[in-house]
């Protein structure tokens, strides 16, 4: 299995900028797909962004497509989600995710989770 560990979450203005790390180990950290998913207050979880084991390919919601740049380093077994112009409407726990499989797609299943790290995002 794999554990991960986000980090980097905290509270910004409008137009600001944050990013977020996210900490794996356990089994090879080239061998899954990983992404980021973010749950506001009252709402479902839903997708921001998944990169497949190479970190060539990267699929984003488009509600941050343009503003949102996930990375990762093997070397390092981190994965890094930059977050520029950031809205009000960002505010929300953010969780990474990781899946067994190598590919930069949203869909499921995804096999781990880390706990979530809260970006808040005042107006």
């Known amino acids: 299995q794999v554990q991960l560990a986000e980090s980097g979450g905290g509270l910004v203005q409008a137009g600001d900028s944050l990013r977020l790390s996210c900490a794996a180990s356990g089994r090879t950290f080239s061998s899954y797909g990983l992404g980021w998913f973010r749950q506001a207050p009252g709402k479902e979880r839903e997708f921001v962004v998944c990169?497949?084991?190479?970190?060539?390919?990267?699929y984003y919601a488009d509600s941050v497509k343009g503003r949102f740049t996930l990375s990762r380093d093997n070397a390092k077994n981190t994965v890094y989600l930059q977050m520029n112009r950031l809205k009000p409407e960002d505010t929300a726990v953010y969780y990474c995710?990781?899946?067994?499989?190598?590919?930069?797609?949203?869909?499921?299943?995804?096999?781990?989770w880390g706990q979530g790290t809260q970006v808040t995002v005042s107006s």
């Open positions: 990169i497949n084991w190479r970190g060539d390919s990267t």
């Open positions: 995710a990781a899946k067994n499989s190598p590919l930069a797609t949203p869909r499921g299943p995804w096999d781990y």
